[in-house]
């Protein structure tokens, strides 16, 4: 920055304010940085190189349709293209908690590719932020297709892959521990008996379920609404340029992105990030679930179950040496408490659509977003940090499957359900196995034994 000369004139419609020298952007995102000092948030890597993508493909769009210049055109596509690379990251500064429907955001992006358009031309030309670059746009049917675009981007590269990898290593647990019989447990008291493999195949399919949910979400995500303008109408829109700009998007995405089936009810609600972020609900919820019980099946090592042993990976306390706590499944939940707060603000935020737009879009841009980033991450530390390196503790596993009560169960068939209740309260109260209770009745025969028998009842 010249420090004799720390900020330049401009002006837009409000009137004269004065911005950074050093700055890549104009009045508007001027007037929004000091407007919103909020959070110190901005909108991630991501939404900022959608919002490039759908610039360079709305300017290669208006060149076709000769409605902006073979001059001009290039400078504003190289522009946004710099954008797209994040080369100008730095340069959108506009807070999260912003006007609303990302009118800000919008502009800055304008700014910083007009700005950088008239470098490129040598100000030969003035790149002007709405004639030129915003040319068949509005921020109403950019800054949702942006979140869409960079939707899918980070749920197809990063989450999708992250949740295939958590399956796979969860199903290759269950190949291995298959051999292992354990005491299955119902209301946290002893259930009848079945194989450690068998609860591992549980967790690995409510995996995978979830990623046959999420990838039907991607489906509705891939609709973009782009050339809608204000509110649907197609206002100021030359004839040819939705079909031309969503198919700009697909070629430089590689990805499937279509027209809406009704334009309208894309720009009066956020229906498809709503969706896909209650399958990101569910699927935290199954995290929590799975966790849980990790941490209750490697609980102890002495005083609990201890039926698996996880990966040590720092030390658990400050005060009991030695201790190690599992640091990852409780990093992992508290991530996925996070994922249900956020599907809250979201939902809340999809209530505020209001007649033709939903002006709460950066927040629901931020938060979507952000929940795809750390479940990503929260998933790919679980995977190689914690599950891969599980092991089966298969002494315990048998010892509490001896000693379980619901070994009575198979007693049934042949005694009846009153006797065989008699016998499991019998050697609860007394602290016996089943076996022993039995011999003490002189109830043992061989076909009794292999009823009693867990093998025989997994």
């Not at 909020?38 to 769009?61: C, H, M, N, V």
């Not at 999420?214 to 100021?236: F, M, S, V, W, Y």
């Not at 099946?297 to 005083?303: D, M, Q």
């Not at 619901?406 to 008699?422: D, H």
Request: hydrophobic letters at 40%; a negative charge; glycine letters at 8%.
């Amino acid at each position: 920055m010249n420090s004799e000369n720390p900020y330049r004139l401009e002006h837009d419609p409000l009137g004269n304010i004065m911005v950074p020298s050093s700055a890549g952007f104009g009045p508007q995102t001027q007037r929004a940085v000091e407007n919103f000092p909020i959070s110190g948030l901005r909108l991630p890597r991501a939404f900022i190189r959608a919002q490039g993508l759908i610039k360079a493909s709305a300017a290669t769009a208006n060149m076709e349709l000769g409605s902006l210049s073979p001059e001009m055109g290039p400078a504003i596509i190289q522009a946004a293209e710099e954008v797209t690379e994040g080369k100008w990251d730095s340069q959108f500064v506009v807070d999260v908690y912003q006007a609303g429907a990302g009118t800000s955001q919008n502009m800055n992006a304008n700014e910083v590719i007009a700005k950088r358009a008239s470098e490129i031309l040598e100000n030969s030309q003035n790149v002007h932020p709405n004639d030129h670059v915003n040319m068949s746009q509005s921020s109403n049917d950019t800054f949702p297709s942006a979140l869409n675009i960079a939707g899918v981007e980070t749920i197809t590269q990063n989450l999708l892959p992250a949740l295939i990898h958590l399956q796979q290593e969860l199903q290759k647990k269950a190949g291995e521990f298959m051999p292992v019989l354990k005491a299955g447990r119902t209301h946290l008291h002893d259930g009848v008996p079945m194989r450690l493999g068998q609860e591992f195949s549980g967790y690995a399919n409510t995996i995978g379920a979830v990623i046959g949910t999420l990838e039907k979400d991607l489906d509705r995500l891939h609709e973009l609404g782009l050339g809608g303008t204000a509110i649907g109408t197609k206002t100021n829109l030359q004839s040819g340029y939705t079909p031309k700009v969503i198919q700009e998007v697909a070629r430089r995405t590689n990805l499937p992105f279509r027209e809406p089936a009704d334009i309208f009810a894309f720009m009066q609600n956020m229906s498809e990030p709503l969706r896909c972020m209650l399958t990101l609900k569910a699927l935290a919820i199954h995290l929590i679930k799975i966790t849980s019980d990790l941490r209750l099946l490697s609980s102890g090592p002495r005083t609990g179950l201890a039926e698996i042993t996880l990966p040590s990976v720092q030390p658990g306390s400050t005060v009991m040496p030695g201790k190690v706590n599992p640091a990852i499944l409780e990093m992992t939940h508290m991530v996925c408490c996070q994922i249900i707060g956020y599907e809250t603000a979201i939902a809340t935020a999809a209530m505020a659509s209001q007649l033709e737009i939903n002006v709460m879009t950066p927040l629901i841009a931020h938060t979507f977003l952000h929940s795809i980033a750390i479940l990503t991450k929260a998933i790919e530390t679980l995977t190689t940090t914690c599950i891969s390196g599980i092991q089966a503790n298969e002494e315990k596993c048998a010892k509490w499957m001896e000693a379980s009560l619901s070994l009575v169960t198979g007693l049934s068939p042949k005694l009846g359900y009153a006797i065989a209740s008699e016998i499991g309260m019998k050697a609860d109260q007394e602290s016996k196995t089943i076996k022993q209770v039995l011999e003490e009745k002189e109830l043992i025969t061989e076909e009794i034994e292999q009823a009693i028998d867990p093998r025989g009842m997994v």
